[in-house]
């Protein structure tokens, strides 16, 4: 439990310095990017000077993509929550990613019938899913299978994962691609940690998952194999029955007779 505590104080901390430098820096790209404007509105369209423009522009603009990222990490990540079926978030999300995801990755659906209800915000659901299987996609350069599961959980006290104990929904991103080493995966969760080449990788998706997991009073795991595979499970914890799965207010308490 100490181990967490240090990890989430750490997220913490990491996440406020993150954010104070994104705001600064977003406020020095805007500066630069209005004056190159200003710039671009003399120079002529053929103008060797305006190629040069453009590649500011760009510059700029992946800049500020960065510190959009990080300005998302680094918001206390309020969710705004509702009553949710994971099962139609996930279905939803497969068709997105079977029509998105290269042709040689397969995805797969695999939900559990008669799944609790959660409390979640959908877009930050949606995000998770999104953050995990854009990993899945990266660690399968050859193809291969991207399933999202479903199931229902009974986590007993003092499980390692430092919830308490009670039903969850476990909502699963798994891959058959090339896994990782423990050492690799003792790290992931770190704000800015990546092994992918600089460029291409800002090492703040798996953080952006702790911490809206984290938010939703879940967590999120990972179990890893080199060359096989790589799964990722999600809990969130699971609403009791309701009288209907929609999204209807609660049902008025009978009056008890005296
Ligand atoms: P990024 O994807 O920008 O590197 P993330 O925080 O999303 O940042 O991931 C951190 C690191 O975790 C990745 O660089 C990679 O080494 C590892 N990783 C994440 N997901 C997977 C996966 N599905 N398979 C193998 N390695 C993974």
Redesign the pocket.
Known sequence: LEAQLAHAQKMEAVGTLAGGIAHDFNNLLQTIQGYAELLANRADSHDIDRQRLDKIFDAVQRGRELTRNLLTFSRKMEPHLRRLNLNRELAEMQDILSHTLPKMITVRLETAPELPAVHADPSQVAQVIM??A???K??MPDGGTLTLKTQCLTLPQGHASGLKPGDYVCLSVE?T????PET?RQR??EPF????PSG??????????YGIMASHQGTVLCH?VPGQ??R?DCLFPALPEAASEVDSPPRQQAPTAP
């Open positions: 953050n995990l854009v990993n899945a990266d660690a891959d691609g090339t896994g990782m690799v992931i969760f940690f990546t092994t992918k291409s990788g800002t090492g703040l998706g798996l953080s952006m998952v890893s595979g790589t990722f």
